[in-house]
């Protein structure tokens, strides 16, 4: 899923603090946020991956989390990622409930 950041640097932070917090190891080509150039304009999009993707991560929301996730806790923009994050994880829950993992 992609979502527009227009106040993202493009620092890849949040890539690393991802691999950090699911494999314990600094390698953002893992991460399940990735961070992509826009091709339009100059700027950032944030890419959340959220099927199986190569060797990334599956990105889960950091629901087991209360609060910011690892990725939102290192980023500058907090503010704008924890938006997307929480946007994210909000499509996470209904799609397990409509798939009957979760009770209503
Ligand atoms: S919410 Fe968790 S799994 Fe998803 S991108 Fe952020 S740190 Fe990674
Ligand atoms: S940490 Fe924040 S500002 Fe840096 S690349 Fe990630 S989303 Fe953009």
């Not at 992609?2 to 953002?28: P, R, V």
């Not at 990105?59 to 990622?81: F, H, M, T």
């Not at 209904?94 to 209503?104: D, P, V």
């Amino acid at each position: 899923m992609d979502y527009n950041m227009n106040l993202c640097g493009g620092c890849l932070t949040c890539e690393i603090a991802c691999s950090y917090k699911h494999t314990g190891e600094f390698n953002h080509l893992v991460s399940a946020i990735e961070i992509i150039e826009r091709e339009d304009k100059p700027g950032y999009k944030v890419r959340i991956h959220h099927d199986n993707c190569g060797d990334r991560i599956v990105c889960d929301g950091c629901i087991d989390i209360e609060g910011d996730p690892l990725c939102v806790q290192y980023c500058r923009k907090s503010d704008d990622l924890r938006t997307i994050i929480n946007a994210f994880r909000a499509t996470l829950r209904s799609q397990q409930k409509s798939e009957g993992y979760e009770n209503e």
